[in-house]
């Protein structure tokens, strides 16, 4: 993006205009980005990364991807939070700096590689999300689900959370494949593995679970 936007704000934007995240780094020796930036001359692009202390153990990643340590790119080895707990990449160097969470910088809007499918208007991941306006109870919506070969929607990362709750321009709650054991246990009613506990998005009741989404 060629706008210049406080870390929070970028955050913002990806996340309503686009369902994505701040921009991430998976791989300590992928200098991709940083050619890509040479590319379009683009010196510093904010990351997804919030550091606590001038510790890479406390640098984590948005949606709960980890910490920096296996990834490290930081110019002197380690964060320094008294320029900042905020992270920029700088283009040139490909290295990563400090600096203050309201300073303005470019930003990167990232999402899962998926594939194109012409017939899915909401493709994430190589799943297709079908949303549907009209309120119904559990059972009924799983039927409707069940007679268009699918099931309500299971959630299985802070990325796909996001993405999902874009889709949603109305603020309310949304139905979704999660039933409640207990406070401890939910299972998703295509049997597909709970690996996601998404503090503040669902609603944790005995029961039914319901995602909430602004509709920003």
């Not at 920096?68 to 700096?97: E, M, Q």
Request: with cysteine.
């Amino acid at each position: 993006m060629t706008d210049q936007l406080t870390v929070a704000d970028a955050k913002t934007r990806c996340e309503r205009d686009y369902g994505a995240a701040i921009l991430t780094i998976h791989n300590a020796a992928d200098d991709f980005i940083s050619k890509y930036m040479q590319g379009v001359g683009v010196t510093r692009l904010w990351l997804g990364l919030y550091c606590d202390n001038s510790t890479l153990e406390t640098c984590l990643w948005d949606y709960g991807q980890g910490n920096a340590v296996l990834t490290n790119r930081f110019l002197s080895d380690s964060p320094d939070i008294s320029k900042g707990h905020c992270v920029y990449i700088d283009g040139r160097s490909g290295n990563w700096s400090s600096v203050d969470c309201e300073e303005k910088i470019q930003y990167m809007c990232e999402l899962p590689q998926t594939l194109e499918d012409p017939s899915c208007d909401h493709n994430y991941y190589g799943y297709c999300y079908f949303p549907h306006s009209t309120p119904l109870a559990y059972g009924d919506a799983q039927q409707v689900c069940t007679q268009n070969n699918a099931d309500l929607m299971s959630i299985h990362s802070e990325f796909e959370n996001v993405f999902v709750s874009n889709i949603f321009k109305t603020p309310g709650t949304v139905l979704i494949g999660g039933v409640a054991l207990s406070k401890d246990i939910i299972i998703w009613t295509d049997f597909s593995i709970v690996i996601l506990m998404v503090s503040g998005m669902l609603m944790y009741v005995l029961g039914c679970q319901d995602l909430f989404v602004n509709g920003e």
